[in-house]
């Protein structure tokens, strides 16, 4: 992967579902890519990140991309043990409830 600006401003747009469990989540603006990508790995629901899209500096990343952008060794902040590769557990989990993972 080319070299890639964690501090640039990045735009997230989630899936847009009608029907919502936990209330809807729209597009959100980041200052800083790896804030966003963090967001969205770590926070957004599995069916929202699907769908889901970042754009930063003109440039596209579907959920595999930004999944990608998430486990690369240049990402700046730290990750969540159960959300990443490295932690020795399925990268296809993310965290859930308190201490739980969930699948993507």
Same mark, same amino acid.
């Given at each position: 992967?080319?070299?890639?600006?964690?501090?640039?401003?990045?735009?997230?747009?989630?899936?847009?579902?009608?029907k919502?469990?936990?209330?809807?989540?729209?597009?959100?603006?980041?200052?800083?890519? /790896?804030?966003? =990508? @963090?967001?969205?790995? #770590?926070?957004?629901?599995?069916? &929202?990140? *699907?769908? $889901?899209?970042?754009?930063?500096?003109?440039?596209?990343?579907? /959920?595999?991309? =930004? @999944?990608?952008?998430? #486990?690369s060794?240049?990402?700046? &902040?730290? *990750?969540? $043990?159960?959300?990443?590769?490295?932690?020795g557990?399925?990268?296809?989990?993310r965290?859930?409830?308190?201490?739980?993972?969930?699948?993507?």
């Open positions: 992967m080319p070299r890639f600006d964690y501090s640039a401003e990045a735009e997230l747009f989630p899936l847009i579902r009608r919502f469990t936990k209330g809807p989540v729209g597009y959100k603006r980041f200052t800083g890519a /790896a804030e966003a =990508i @963090r967001f969205a790995v #770590e926070e957004l629901p599995p069916d &929202l990140l *699907r769908g $889901a899209y970042l754009e930063v500096d003109e440039e596209r990343f579907d /959920a595999k991309g =930004i @999944r990608q952008l998430y #486990e060794d240049t990402y700046p &902040l730290g *990750r969540r $043990a159960c959300c990443s590769r490295k932690s557990r399925d990268p296809r989990y965290r859930g409830p308190p201490g739980q993972c969930r699948p993507f």
